[in-house]
């Protein structure tokens, strides 16, 4: 029995092995690394390997930096919300109302990534530029008198522009959760005097909770790292702490306090998801 | 359609069912039915998958709204009235306990509904819970439960509703044998004890039989036959009902000659028989009869030529099969191919005959059923 294990242990050790040492090498190594570097300093053209928590008193008392983590935070916590929210009725949709095609809708949602993701963030700028594509229609259907500013060069634009590029990630999982629920279940609480509305709060909604939970932590948790997005469309207000982390590894000359500060934000998102993770188990309950 | 109907007539229909047509687009999954089921009764539909007796139920439980005809219910019309105002409550046949709940919140479940004040939920929820013999499960979760502790919470579920009708979608399918026929004597005796009406629905005659008071048996969107199980059984309308219900064997017959009371029936490998008119199904056609039908119980393997029997004939043992407190033989006779089944007690003194053996077969012209096209 015992060799019995250990035969299938082995074998299965084999079949991930190369994606391991895949994750190992391109993984594990530069993210070693970056822990390594946020305790070393930067001495002019040097770098000081003497151990030092210098760049994380920096980091966690700048006043700028915090502004911009704070930043970063509240921009993906509201994609997240925005996404997410705007998700759950298209997924609710494919998942109750499309009775055939259901492949087809999903490959339809996918058409987004066909292109680049930076030929995306280009477009949205000629949709929200001042002489953009809404502009101009807003302006020639009389809904507006001037240009509107506020969608281009600031937080509105970057939170637009994120929430149209992660919508099939946060589509797909809750999809997938309610794909999952029993279909007798809605049935029973309709036969035990459910309105549709109260039971979609009292079923659909708790048996949906981990395809929620699932989209949020993979809406969120990138996008408080992103930087081209606000970098093209963000403007100055839109600028996110990522931003900042690759000023300090490039221009500013700084990796070890760069290095700090992906170490500091990936710490926060990292607390920030496993709260989401605990609250989401307890709110949905486990489905089984 | 019917040959006992009129017996309880004096009790009140809690169930009316009026040529309820159900179209799936271009498929139609009831063909007008038409039926009356009594207040306090436990009633069948019975038959083949694809008849049609899930959906007969779920246009009574309102998931399926006729296409034409109406359901009332307790003497009230249900046509435009949703599932979730309906007097009836379902058990399904997944049991559908809602998995992020424990068994007192899924009993529960549609008290709060009803917005019961929490003290009262709690009491009725243990009331009903110690009924299905489930009080001390009360704070697991479906995936702790067993197959028949979750037929239970969903039973409980339905009851505490204090439904005038529960409706079970063959509730006891995906429980093994043992635990299956467990549960239908509790079933039953629960119903007798409560006395709500209960429609249950099964493909299994056996299952029917043993806790109906009336069965419907439906083939192709239609109720074939609608009568007590011992009506089924002993007089079943035709064939198809026939093979339906318990094991029938079946044997080409044609009538000989015709009188007023009596007609007599050229039977294949039994003979002739003189069989008076009374006997036959009102449905039947003198001119039209072609086949009769013979339980296996009705027919007697005779152990020895000095046996009595109105009627005799020889054949062959070809198989048996031995349940210890029966034995099933098939006796190939001169003139039919096929063999007949017959079932005989294993009573002391006798021992199971082995196939190649040459017995005499006895029956008599009370056991045969007569049927036409």
């Known amino acids: 029995m015992a060799w019995h294990f250990d035969r299938e242990a082995g074998q299965g050790l084999k079949l991930i092995s190369p994606t391991l040492l895949y994750v190992l090498v391109m993984l594990a190594a530069p993210l070693l690394m970056v822990i390594t570097f946020s305790f070393w300093t930067q001495d002019y053209l040097t770098i000081d390997t003497t151990p030092t928590f210098a760049n994380y008193r920096e980091a966690w008392t700048t006043p700028l930096y915090q502004v911009l983590m704070w930043r970063s935070l509240k921009i993906s916590v509201i994609v997240t919300g925005v996404t997410v929210v705007l998700a759950f009725p298209i997924a609710y949709y494919l998942s109750f109302h499309v009775k055939k095609r259901k492949a087809l809708w999903l490959f339809l949602i996918t058409v987004p990534f066909w292109t680049s993701y930076l030929l995306r963030v280009f477009l949205w700028k000629v949709i929200l530029g001042y002489n953009g594509v809404f502009n101009t229609a807003f302006l020639e259907l009389g809904l507006i008198q001037e240009p509107l500013t506020f969608i281009l060069y600031n937080l509105n634009a970057v939170v637009i522009t994120l929430a149209h590029a992660w919508a099939p990630f946060a589509i797909l999982p809750i999809f997938v959760a309610l794909e999952k629920i029993d279909r007798s279940l809605l049935e029973a609480a309709t036969d035990l005097g459910d309105s549709p509305m109260r039971r979609f709060f009292r079923i659909t909604l708790p048996l949906a909770m981990p395809g929620i939970v699932a989209a949020t932590l993979i809406v969120l948790i990138p996008t408080v790292g992103d930087f081209i997005t606000p970098r093209l469309v963000g403007g100055t207000d839109g600028l996110m702490i990522s931003n900042m982390i690759q000023i300090q590894f490039g221009k500013a000359n700084n990796a070890p306090l760069g290095a700090a500060l992906a170490v500091s934000s990936m710490v926060v998102i990292g607390l920030i998801s496993a709260g989401i993770f605990l609250v989401g188990k307890k709110l949905g309950g486990r489905v089984r | ?373």
């Open chain 2, 1 to 373: 359609m019917t040959r006992k109907d009129d017996m309880n007539d004096s009790i009140k229909p809690m169930i009316e069912i009026r040529d309820v047509i159900k179209k799936f687009g271009t498929f139609t999954a009831l063909h007008g039915i038409t039926a009356d089921i009594r207040e306090g009764e436990f009633f069948s539909l019975l038959g083949p998958s694809g008849c049609g007796k899930t959906t007969l139920l779920r246009a009574i439980a309102g998931f399926e709204p006729p296409t034409s005809g109406t359901v009332a219910i307790a003497g009230k019309d249900m046509a435009g009235i949703p599932a979730n105002r309906r007097p009836t409550n379902m058990v399904f046949q997944s049991y559908a306990i809602f998995p992020h709940l424990n068994v007192e919140e899924n009993v529960g479940y549609g008290l709060k509904t009803r917005k019961m004040p929490k003290a009262e939920i709690a009491r009725e929820v243990a009331e009903v819970l110690s009924l299905v013999d489930m009080k001390n499960y009360g704070k697991r979760k479906a995936h702790e439960l067993s197959g028949g502790q979750r037929q239970r919470v969903a039973l409980a579920r339905a009851l505490v509703m204090r439904p005038k009708v529960i409706l079970l979608d063959e509730p006891l399918s995906a429980l093994d044998k043992k635990l299956r026929d467990q549960m239908q004597m509790e079933l039953r005796s629960l119903q007798r004890s409560i006395g709500i009406t209960f429609i249950l629905v099964t493909h299994d005659q056996e299952e029917a039989l043993i806790m109906s008071d009336r069965i419907a048996v439906m083939f192709d969107g239609q109720i074939e036959q609608l009568d007590t199980p011992e009506g089924l059984y002993r007089h079943p309308v035709n064939k198809r009902v026939a093979s339906f219900i318990g094991v029938m064997n079946f044997l080409p017959a044609r009538v000989t000659a015709l009188s007023d009371t009596h007609l007599t029936l050229g039977i294949a490998a039994l003979g002739e028989a003189q069989v008076p008119r009374d006997r036959l199904g009102k449905d039947v056609n003198p001119d039209k009869i072609d086949t009769i039908g013979v339980r296996p119980e009705m027919l007697t393997v005779l152990f020895d030529q000095d046996e009595r029997s109105q009627n005799k004939v020889k054949g062959e043992v070809v198989d048996t099969e031995y349940y210890g407190d029966m034995t099933y033989y098939e006796v190939r006779l001169p003139g039919h191919d096929k063999p007949l089944t017959i079932s005989m007690r294993n009573t002391a003194g006798r021992s199971v005959v082995a196939p190649g053996s040459t017995v005499s077969v006895g029956w008599g012209i009370e056991s045969i059923v007569v049927f036409g096209e």
